[in-house]
Nanobody
Framework: EVQLQASGGGSVHPGESLTLSCTVS????????IGWFRQAPGKERERVSC???????TYYADSVKGRFTISSDNTNTVYLQMNNLKPEDTAVYYC???????????????????????WGKGTQVTVSS
């Protein structure tokens, strides 16, 4: 059974940092991309980052580039280090299995959920002063 579990959310002030974790099971880690997307109330969902664990290739949305860092390790866990957080980063963050190996970031005509058949429960990130 494919499972992904995001954790690490919380409430912080602008400029502070958080690290989210996504623990996966039920599939071969290196055979898929693992991506993060977020959903804020009243806003469109947004893909924020993706990693290909097999070769470490990473991708970022322009809105988080330079502030967020995605990484993975050999415990089948993907991390999203979020620095210099802004109020507009407030959202529920989800991690998902990406069978397209992060194609969305290469070809922006790719539909939002393309390749993402599985994702876990989200974790809330709130950034406010």
């Amino acid at each position: 059974e494919v499972q992904l579990q995001a954790s690490g959310g919380g409430s912080v002030h602008p400029g502070e940092s958080l690290t989210l974790s996504c623990t996966v099971s039920g599939f071969t880690f290196d055979d898929y991309g693992i991506g993060w997307f977020r959903q804020a109330p009243g806003k469109e969902r947004e893909r924020v980052s993706c990693i290909s664990p097999s070769d470490g290739t990473t991708y970022y949305a322009d809105s988080v580039k330079g502030r967020f860092t995605i990484s993975s390790d050999n415990t089948n866990t993907v991390y999203l280090q979020m620095n210099n957080l802004k109020p507009e980063d407030t959202a529920v963050y989800y991690c998902g299995q990406d069978a397209s190996m992060c194609l969305y970031y290469i070809d922006h005509t790719t539909p939002f959920y393309y390749g993402m058949d599985y994702w876990g429960k989200g974790t809330q990130v709130t950034v406010s002063s």
